[in-house]
C-alpha cells in the first residue's frame, strides 16, 4: 500500500534532516579523529536535525490540543515562530563551550594546561576545570565517555582571545591522537542511513505525482 504523497513529502521533511544528523555523527565517530568544534556549530546542526520534526511533530500537536488557543493553530508559520524563539532562547548559551569529538578527558585537560602555559596565562586548577581570575572566566570540562565527547564550558566574562587560542591549539595538538574506531559511531550511522533511505524511498514511489506537482510550481512561479 502507498502512503499518499503529501504524507510522504512530511515524513521525508521530518526524518531526513535526523537522519543526515545521525549518518554524520556516526561517521566522525567511527573514523575516530579528533575534531574541535564551537557549541554554537554543534547546536546550529542539532537544532537543523530537529527543524522538521519540532515544526511538524510535537509543536504542531500542541498548537492543536486545548491549551493553546485555537488562533494559535490556525497558521502554518505559527510552529515554525515558536520553533525559532526557542532556538534564539538557547543559543547565546552554545556560544561558550568547546567540544571536542574523539578526545579523551586527560588528553583534553594536558593539552589545556599546555595553552595556557604557552600564552602565558596564569591559573588554578580546580576539580573539573580551571580557574583563571585574571581574566575573570573559568573553564569547566565535562566529558562523555560512550561518545568519547569532552566539552569545556566558559563562564565570567567573554575572552574571546583565550577562547580562540583554546579552539585553534587544541586542534593542532590533538591532531596526532586517534581514538579507538567507535562501534556505536557505526551503529549510528547505518542508523541514519535507514532512517534517509526510507523516506526518500517512500518519496520515490510517485514518479508520476512528482512531476506533476513539479509542473504546477513552475506554472505558479
Not at 555523527?25 to 537543523?48: C, E, F, I, K, W
Amino acid at each position: 500500500m502507498l502512503i499518499p504523497l503529501q504524507d510522504a513529502l512530511m515524513i521525508c521533511a521530518n526524518l531526513v534532516p535526523i537522519g543526515i544528523y545521525f549518518t554524520v555523527l556516526g561517521v566522525l565517530l567511527a573514523v575516530g579523529r579528533p575534531l574541535v568544534t564551537t557549541g554554537s556549530r554543534d547546536y546550529a546542526a542539532l537544532a537543523l536535525a530537529l527543524a522538521g520534526l519540532a515544526i511538524n511533530g510535537p509543536i504542531n500537536y500542541l498548537l492543536h490540543c486545548r491549551i493553546f488557543p485555537e488562533v494559535m493553530g490556525a497558521s502554518a508559520w505559527v510552529g515554525l515562530i515558536l520553533y525559532l524563539v526557542i532556538v534564539a532562547a538557547l543559543w547565546p548559551r552554545s556560544q561558550e563551550s568547546l567540544i571536542v569529538y574523539n578526545g579523551e578527558s586527560a588528553v583534553v585537560a594536558a593539552s589545556v594546561c599546555e595553552i595556557l602555559q604557552r600564552h602565558g596565562i596564569p591559573y588554578t586548577e580546580a576539580p573539573g576545570g580551571w580557574l583563571i581570575p585574571q581574566r575573570g572566566v573559568s573553564i569547566a570540562m565535562d566529558d562523555f565517555p560512550p561518545l568519547s565527547n569532552v566539552t569545556l564550558h566558559f563562564r565570567g566574562l567573554r575572552d574571546r582571545e583565550l577562547f580562540e587560542h583554546l579552539q585553534a591549539d587544541l586542534a593542532s595538538l590533538l591532531e596526532p591522537a586517534r581514538a579507538r574506531r567507535s562501534v556505536i559511531g557505526l551503529v549510528m550511522a547505518s542508523v541514519g542511513t535507514v532512517i534517509v533511505a526510507m523516506p526518500v524511498w517512500m518519496v520515490a514511489n510517485h514518479p508520476q505525482n512528482i512531476a506533476a506537482l513539479v509542473r504546477e510550481v513552475l506554472r505558479s512561479w
